[in-house]
C-alpha cells in the first residue's frame, strides 16, 4: 500500500512539471506586445497597438508606406472638438510625429506623452474644403527613421 502511495505522488509531480514545462513553452511562444497608442474625443477613447513596430529598431524603408497608409480604428469627432493623442512613455521619449493622410504635421518630434489639437485640423483639406475622414498615424521616430506606428480613422460627425 505504502508503495502505490509513492507511485501516485511520484506520476502527479511528473504531471506538473509537464504543465509548468508546457506553459513556459507557450509563453516563449507569444510575441511581446508593442506600445500603445490612444486618442480621445470627448469621452471616447481609442486605443490601439502598432500597425508596424520592431521592438524599438528602425522599420524597414520598403514596409514604412504601407504601414502608414492602413486604417486603423475609427473615432468620431465634430470639427469643434478637441482631439487629444497620447502615447507611452517609451515612445515620447524617442520622439513621435503626426500624420495626416501620409503628411507629416510637425517639423520636429514631439517628446511629450500627450498632445491636443483641434479636430478641424485634420479635416481641413487645404483646397478651402473639408474632407468626411482623415487616417491618423503616430510615428515614433529616431534619427529620421520609424520606429513604429499607429494608424487611427478620425470620422467627422455632424
Do not use: H, Q
Request: aromatic share 8%; net charge positive.
Amino acid at each position: 500500500m505504502t508503495a502505490a502511495f509513492f507511485r501516485g505522488k511520484r506520476r502527479r509531480a511528473v504531471a506538473a512539471a509537464g504543465a509548468v514545462t508546457f506553459g513556459l513553452l507557450a509563453l516563449s511562444a507569444c510575441d511581446k506586445p508593442t506600445p500603445l497608442a490612444t486618442v480621445t474625443v470627448g469621452s471616447t477613447t481609442v486605443t490601439s497597438e502598432a500597425a508596424c513596430y520592431n521592438d524599438g529598431d528602425a522599420i524597414a524603408t520598403k514596409e514604412a508606406p504601407g504601414c502608414l497608409n492602413e486604417e486603423g480604428k475609427a473615432i468620431k469627432a465634430s470639427m469643434e472638438d478637441k482631439v487629444r493623442l497620447g502615447v507611452e512613455p517609451k515612445v515620447a521619449d524617442e520622439g513621435w510625429t503626426i500624420f495626416i493622410n501620409g503628411a507629416p504635421v510637425e517639423p520636429e518630434p514631439n517628446k511629450k506623452t500627450y498632445r491636443s489639437i483641434p479636430a478641424s485640423a485634420f479635416f481641413s483639406s487645404g483646397t478651402g474644403g473639408f474632407s468626411e475622414k482623415a487616417r491618423v498615424s503616430i510615428v515614433e521616430a529616431k534619427s529620421g527613421k520609424a520606429l513604429g506606428i499607429w494608424n487611427f480613422t478620425l470620422e467627422r460627425s455632424n
